[in-house]
């Protein structure tokens, strides 16, 4: 049986592995062209430890990032459901129990308040 996910090591190989899929998948690949994934990273796992282990240190506004992004290259809803998709797989893969699945809930509604404040709804 797999683990829940309980520590910042959990959360350290999820979003490694995550983010180095999400670096080759064809469609949300490009997002990720020229940024500096070893200095994104600690912030990533930052969130995930605010959201999921109630570990303070995020302090990026979120919405703000992915409205510069949309910036330069259109979210659209396709990539949000590619994002999830990728998201549950790399969560599934690893780890079962109530903190994985808050992990996948917690993505759908932060990628539905993402993608309405990015088209100004």
Do not use: C
């Not at 797999?2 to 190989?13: F, N, V």
């Not at 430890?49 to 995020?58: A, E, S």
């Amino acid at each position: 049986m797999k683990p829940d996910i309980a520590t910042e090591d959990d959360l350290r190989g999820l979003v490694e592995d995550f983010y180095g899929t999400l670096a080759r998948d064809p469609l949300v690949g490009p997002f990720f062209a020229g940024l500096d994934l070893d200095a994104h990273l600690p912030r990533i796992r930052a969130f995930w430890g605010m959201v999921l282990l109630d570990r303070p240190g995020y302090t990026t506004n979120v919405t703000e990032v992915h409205r510069a992004l949309a910036q330069r290259m259109p979210l659209e809803p396709r990539h949000f459901d590619r994002w999830l998709e990728l998201w549950r797989n790399a969560v599934d893969a690893r780890f079962t129990g109530p903190v994985a699945e808050t992990a996948k809930e917690r993505a759908l509604s932060i990628a539905a308040v993402i993608r309405a404040k990015v088209h100004g709804r």
